[in-house]
């Protein structure tokens, strides 16, 4: 029903930033609530930050506080995760979800996901 398509990862520095976007279709994209998690090799799925259909609220984990932002833009069917002063523990298969009903830190709350896109932090 949802499609999630992720682009913009890379090898950045350490204090480098990136611009995540997933594109979706399928469904009406305000109707969504989304969400970015991220998986580093050996290591759980983390939630990262969410945002409501309209934008105007938005949480994140307090690993990222202050330095990631999450928006979206509903016209272009969008959510983008703005990610600034990286660290290398930032490296991690970064995926865009997409829950019918309320956001969640929990990744078992979302309905659907992407593949994901790989971003590396060099120190």
């Known amino acids: 029903q949802v499609q999630l398509v992720e682009s913009g990862g890379g090898l950045v520095q350490a204090g480098g930033s990136l611009r995540l976007s997933c594109a979706a279709s399928?469904?009406?994209?305000?109707?969504?609530?989304m969400g970015w998690f991220r998986q580093a090799p050996g290591k759980e799925r983390e939630f990262v930050a969410g945002i409501g259909w309209s934008g105007h609220y938005t949480y994140s984990a307090d690993s990222v506080k202050g330095r990631f932002t999450v928006s979206r833009d509903n016209a272009k069917n969008t959510v983008y995760l703005q990610m600034n002063s990286l660290k290398p523990e930032d490296t991690a298969v970064y995926a865009c979800a997409a829950s019918m009903t309320w956001g969640s830190r929990s990744p078992e709350m979302y309905d659907y996901w992407g593949q994901g896109t790989q971003v590396t932090v060099s120190s």
């Open positions: 399928g469904r009406t994209f305000s109707s969504l609530i």
